[in-house]
């Protein structure tokens, strides 16, 4: 059932992202600057341009119905080892409501910053057409790595460190 779901979900956001982004939307291409990331996390922090200036960052798309494990098992312990070494994890959610992730962050004892994507404007800026779909830029704002599907802590955390 957790995978029919999946697929549905995955069939779901393609189609929304094909029909939502356009012709014209450019996607973002490994070596180019990242668009900016802006909103505030489930938590009330801000994340913005200046907070992640000068850290490497993940970004991190899922929805809770196709990857919610993988962010305890894999993001929280990559963010938990490496947040004080110059690293912002961000767990962006496209459609899950707030309530359920605050409720998915409290159950899980999760301390990684989740944004709720409403209106899929960060999605559609990276032109996201899967869940989990990861991204990493280096210090300067640029694209380094695009993960399509789902990467253990050990491989995200090798790639970060070819980009640190």
Not at 42 to 59: A, D, F, H, M
Not at 69 to 80: A, F, G, N, R, W
Not at 123 to 146: E, H, M, S, Y
């Amino acid at each position: 059932m957790a995978r029919l779901t999946c697929c549905l979900s995955l069939l779901f956001a393609i189609t929304v992202t094909i029909f939502s982004s356009g012709c014209d939307r450019k996607m973002v291409q490994v070596g180019e600057q990242a668009p900016p990331v802006s909103g505030r996390d489930i938590r009330g922090n801000q994340v913005s341009p200046e907070t992640l200036k000068g850290k490497v960052v993940v970004l991190y798309f899922w929805t809770n119905s196709c990857c919610g494990e993988t962010l305890k098992e894999d993001l929280e312990p990559v963010y938990c080892r490496n947040k004080d070494r110059g690293l912002a994890v961000i767990a962006v959610n496209e459609f899950d409501e707030e309530k359920d992730l605050v409720s998915i962050a409290a159950t899980n004892r999760l301390s990684v910053p989740i944004m709720v994507d409403a209106g899929s404007t960060l999605a559609k800026d990276f032109t996201v057409f899967a869940f989990p779909t990861a991204f990493i830029l280096d210090r300067n704002g640029t694209l380094r790595q695009k993960v399509l599907g789902q990467i253990s802590a050990a491989k995200l955390e090798q790639l970060i460190q070819q980009v640190n």
